[in-house]
Structure formats: C-alpha cells, structure tokens
C-alpha cells in the first residue's frame, strides 16, 4: 500500500505568469552570462549569418524537441507512455505524453534533466567548437535554458523525496508516493 509523501504541482504553488517572468529573465541572463565569455574566448571571429528564417525555425522546434528530450530517459528504460498530438491555435503542432507506468526517483531526475542533458550542455559545447555559429548555439542554449526552469522546480522536489519513493504522473503535476509502514 502506498501513501501519497508529496504533491507537486509548479503551476499552482508559483502562478503561471510568474513562472513565465522568472523563465524569460532566466534566459535572458543565461545568454547574457555564457554570451560575454564565450565571446572573448572566441575573439573577433566572423559570425556566419544565414538570415532570421533558419533561428525562427530552430526556436519553433525547440520546444517539441525539449518535450521529446523528457521522453527520451522514459524510452531508454522501457517505460510505457501514450503520446497525443495536437495543434494550438491550428498552427503549432504539439504533443502531450502520459507516463503509463510508476517512475523510481532516479528516472523522474533523468526524466526532468533530459533536456538539459541532452539539448543544452551539447549546444553549449557547440558553441566552443564552432566559432562561426556560436550565436546560433547560444540562442538554442539560453532558450532551452529558460524552458527548463519549470524542470529544475520539479527536479527539487524529486532530489528532496525520500530514496525508495515511486513517483507518479498526476493530473496537473506529479505525486510523491512512498510505502505505508505496516503497523
């Protein structure tokens, strides 16, 4: 029998609109504060520019490529999920997925730092071996930056949860869930 440890849900505990200001200005100042170094160690390179088109499309698939990041540890491990597509505003193609099975705490962590794992640490990296599109790979670091803000508040509480917890998708967040002591 399991007990209900903790529920997590960012979007009431902080407020959407706050979540959204912190996000932007993280990403602001992440750009600001890896931009500068970067661009010193880089010194006076050219920066190839292909126009705004190839950004806009980058910055228009970050977001489906950053959810597909958090599917990523569930599918290594063999975990099931049911994905559902969808358009908002019949423009922007989006998906949803729902984690069928319990998740232990260690891939609820690998789970929230996927993309962090996966999209902005390389990015970052790419910015260092390529001088010529550094820029380009800032961008897509400081926006996948900001768009794992809400990962990282998710990732403290499954750090703060006890060892053997098994955590669950819940409707609007996710339920920390440990053993019941038998008495």
């Keep these: 029998m ?11 505990e902080f407020g959407l609109n706050r979540i959204y200001i912190f996000s932007a200005l993280i990403g602001l100042l992440s750009f600001l504060f890896l931009f ?7 010194g006076s390179n050219d920066v190839k520019d292909y126009g705004l088109l190839p950004v806009v ?3 228009f698939l970050l977001p489906l490529l950053h959810r597909l990041m958090h599917m990523l540890p569930l599918m290594l491990t063999y975990k099931r ?8 505003r019949r423009v922007f193609p989006t998906f949803f997925y729902q984690c069928k099975s319990k998740l ?3 891939t609820s962590i690998l789970m929230a730092m996927g993309p962090t794992l996966f999209i902005t640490i390389p990015s970052y990296m790419m910015a260092f071996m390529f001088p010529d599109y550094f820029v380009y790979f800032m961008i897509i ?12 508040l998710y990732l403290y509480h499954f750090m703060k949860a006890p060892r053997r917890c098994i ?3 819940a409707k609007d967040g996710y339920d920390i869930l440990i053993q019941r002591k038998e008495a």
């Design 2 to 12: 399991m007990n209900c440890w903790k529920s997590v849900n960012i979007n009431k």
């Design 36 to 42: 500068i170094p970067l661009s010193m160690y880089h």
């Design 57 to 59: 499309i980058v910055l």
């Design 81 to 88: 999920m049911k994905v559902f597509f969808k358009f908002r």
């Design 104 to 106: 232990s705490k260690r």
């Design 141 to 152: 670091t400081s926006v996948n930056f900001a768009m794992s803000f809400t990962d990282f």
């Design 167 to 169: 955590i669950e998708n």
